[in-house]
């Protein structure tokens, strides 16, 4: 069998036709096998352009395309393009179907490299094809630039927003993910957090219509966030996300057990919170066994750190309530009752609470309520690439990489027909 007669079953091209196929050595590897391919009798050349079918011009210098590799050999397309002359366009050098512009690889190999690139680092991915970073990187910057352009952006109601550092910290992106059922993925990601950034989201992308289409948005506390989907989504109900807020409750109890070790190391006593430090942060139902001990241990000191764990674990009773009157009574009795306390962090809580009540308890609001967990589960996940792309260092990479796992992008269909 001949290898244009397996090209034939992948690849209809109307226009052309693989002629024949040889083998080319090369020094210190497995040979590569060259596919050379011609116009079919009488085909004209499309305009790169306006896609018009044109008279050929003149031809330029033969290239090659390096296709997916087959066994272990690796494949090159052999062609000659050619010039058109397209009326509209003057003469330019004709498009074909196997690749674009001046790009090496045909679109196939990139969709192949794309394809492991999601689930293996780029670099491994760069080692198992013999080829480079960089190749990998662009393969995958194509199909994710293909999937932007098409991506399908009606009827999203329900979108969540937050940030990430990158970076080490020294630089924000805002993540937009869209939450609706079986919809859910990162739909747009910009470098900032500011109002300017959040706000291109929507004008740039989303556009007046859909963004009035907004039925809720999901967010954190963030000032710049909060006021551009008031201005930008007028119709959309802006939800403090439960992880947020509960957030701000881990970082009080910490806040709350590291002051409170500093003060007992100082005075020199028997200090009962050494190695409690994640006994306070989890819920008691998430507790080891250990961690469980630790914690009936701490219960028998007077402790600050003890009592602001017991005022979170009271507090999430808050989401459990179907009406929300009881609820808000709820809090209202949490907010005052804390802030006569003297637990500092704990009341910074109540005050950030009382700030932000109406927001909050728009969480009730929502006939099905909506996932909580949902930004924070596409958060981790946007983590985790950022992780893998250790090495990265341009924000532009990392976008790329975001999008081609996290974007669910629409793919073009494996065998082009365009000509
Ligand atoms: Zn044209």
Redesign the pocket.
């Known amino acids: 069998m001949h290898v244009r007669t397996l090209l034939n079953k992948l690849e209809v091209y109307k226009s052309f036709v693989f002629c024949d196929e040889h083998f080319e050595e090369t020094e210190g590897s497995l040979p590569s096998i060259l596919v050379n391919i011609r116009p079919r009798k009488g085909a004209r050349g499309q305009?790169?352009?306006?896609?018009?079918l044109?008279a050929t011009y003149d031809t330029q210098r033969q290239r090659r395309f390096e296709y997916k590799p087959l066994f272990e050999f690796k494949v090159f397309f052999v062609y000659t393009p050619r010039r058109?002359k397209?009326?509209?366009?003057g003469v330019?050098v004709e498009s074909v179907p196997w690749g674009s512009g001046k790009e090496q690889m045909t679109n196939s190999y990139k969709h192949v490299l794309s394809r492991w690139a999601k689930r293996l680092s780029w670099q491994e991915t760069a080692r198992i094809f013999e080829t480079s970073w960089d190749s990998v990187y662009r393969a995958v910057e194509s199909v994710v630039s293909y999937g932007m352009q098409h991506q399908e952006l009606d009827d999203i109601s329900q979108i969540g927003v937050d940030e990430i550092a990158v970076f080490r910290g020294h630089k924000y992106l805002s993540m937009v993910y869209a939450l609706d059922e079986g919809k859910r993925r990162l739909l747009w990601c910009g470098e900032g957090r500011d109002a300017k950034v959040f706000r291109k989201f929507f004008q740039d992308v989303l556009g007046q219509k859909r963004s009035h289409d907004i039925q809720y948005v999901c967010s954190n506390m963030w000032a710049a966030y909060l006021k551009v989907t008031k201005e930008e989504a007028p119709n959309a109900l802006n939800i403090l996300d439960r992880f947020h807020i509960m957030k701000k409750f881990n970082d009080a109890i910490e806040q709350v057990r590291r002051d409170e070790y500093k003060a007992l190391k100082s005075q020199g006593v028997n200090n009962p919170l050494i190695g409690a430090r994640w006994t306070m942060v989890k819920r008691p139902e998430n507790h080891t066994e250990k961690q469980a001990a630790t914690m009936k241990e701490l219960l028998k000191h007077n402790l600050k750190s003890v009592k602001a764990h017991l005022m979170r674990e009271e507090f999430q009773r808050f989401w459990s309530y179907t009406y929300s009157a009881c609820a808000l009574k709820f809090m209202n009795e949490w907010i005052t009752r804390t802030l006569r306390g003297n637990i500092e962090p704990m009341k910074k809580v109540a005050r950030m609470l009382r700030r932000h009540t109406d927001l909050i308890m728009n969480w009730f609001k929502p006939k099905k309520r909506l996932s909580s967990g949902a930004v924070e589960g596409l958060n981790l996940k946007a983590k985790l690439v950022i992780r893998k792309s250790f090495g990265f260092r341009s924000i532009k990479c990392l976008v790329v990489a975001l999008f081609h796992t996290l974007g669910n992008l629409p793919e073009p269909n494996r065998t082009h027909r365009f000509c």
């Not at 305009?47 to 018009?52: F, H, M, N, T, Y």
């Not at 397209?86 to 366009?89: E, L, N, Q, S, V």
Request: glycine share 8%; hydrophobic share 15%.
């Open positions: 305009c790169p352009e306006c896609g018009r044109c058109v397209c009326p509209f366009h330019k």
